[in-house]
Nanobody
Framework: QVQFVESGGGLVQAGGSLRPSCTAS????????MGWYRQHPGNEREFVAS???????IVADSVKGRFTISRDSAKNTVFLQMNSLKPEDTAVYYC???????????WGQGTQVTVSS
């Protein structure tokens, strides 16, 4: 059974940094796509960033220049370096894995990120 487990969320002041990570276990293959979405209270889940097995990161315009995505494919782990955090970045962050670049086959349970002003 494949499971995605996030860690590294938390509470930080505006301008600070966090680096959540997400590791997939129980998989016998490498996910072509891994990445992150976030969900603000009362809103739909929105795309943050993704990265393919060959590299090629994609980052949403709302976080471009502040967030960086990377991965360790050998460990089926994806990271999200979040710098210059703003209160509007407060959300539950969900990682995902897809067997194809367009798919979202597996999801983590979510990690809370709270940015205080």
């Amino acid at each position: 059974q494949v499971q995605f487990v996030e860690s590294g969320g938390g509470l930080v002041q505006a301008g600070g940094s966090l680096r959540p990570s997400c590791t997939a276990s129980g998989s016998t293959f490498t996910f072509n796509a891994m990445g992150w979405y976030r969900q603000h209270p009362g809103n739909e889940r929105e795309f943050v960033a993704s990265i393919f097995s060959g590299g090629n990161p994609i980052v949403a315009d709302s976080v471009k220049g502040r967030f960086t995505i990377s991965r360790d494919s050998a460990k089926n782990t994806v990271f999200l370096q979040m710098n210059s955090l703003k209160p509007e970045d407060t959300a539950v962050y969900y990682c995902f894995g897809g067997r194809f670049i367009w798919s979202r086959d597996y999801w983590g349970q979510g990690t809370q990120v709270t940015v205080s002003s």
